[in-house]
């Protein structure tokens, strides 16, 4: 990718960048959407998918997954039990702490993920390399702080209602959480055994 030097942009406001920003997530969760059922997954369950895969060899626990996607950790055994059961995850021993389960990543599935997200992304970085190292340090500088206002805000609100709902989520990219079925899902039998596994 080769950087192009500033060149000038249309002038925005505030307001029309954040209608930008609305545009970008509904496309996105709509292509979400589309994507998880390519893959045989609900939207959740792909967002967990996403964040395994982010983590590559610093396998994630149950735990740490389940705080990353803001559920609770009886959510994320049922998230768990499905990936595990559609052959995408497996679960292993903590090597440190044979009590805690760390997630990783089946190869086959890997590939599966990637052979759809792939061409996307490679368009994603046709589109950076219209940008200078500066514009784009600001670009991600302000998805960041704007993922974690946006996160501040959703348990802001779940504080206000009274209680942590789980598949409460916003939209976009390999990590959207927002899909009822995981309370469901952890009240299957199969569920509620794993649950006492630690983590």
Request: net charge negative.
């Amino acid at each position: 990718m080769t950087a192009q030097p500033p060149r000038p942009r249309p002038a925005a406001t505030p307001a029309q960048a954040i209608s930008a920003m609305d545009d970008l997530i509904a496309a996105s969760m709509i292509g979400q959407q589309e994507m998880a059922q390519r893959l045989g997954l609900n939207v959740t369950d792909l967002t967990c998918f996403g964040y395994v895969l982010q983590a590559g060899e610093n396998l994630l626990t149950a735990g740490e997954l389940a705080t990353r996607v803001h559920v609770t950790t009886g959510a994320v055994t049922g998230i768990l039990n499905r990936l595990e059961r559609a052959g995408y995850v497996t679960r292993r021993p903590d090597p440190q702490d044979r009590r805690r389960v760390r997630v990783a990543a089946v190869p086959s599935a890997v590939a599966r993920a990637y052979a759809l997200y792939q061409p996307y992304y490679d368009r994603l970085n046709d589109l950076f390399a219209d940008y200078s190292p500066e514009e784009i340090a600001v670009l991600a500088d302000w998805f960041t702080r704007a993922t974690v206002l946006a996160n501040a805000y959703r348990e802001e609100r779940r504080a206000d209602e009274g209680g942590n709902r789980d598949g409460d989520g916003d939209g976009g990219g390999l990590a959207d959480a927002g899909d009822a079925e995981d309370a469901e899902d952890a009240g299957d039998a199969e569920d509620a055994e794993d649950a006492g596994d630690a983590v």
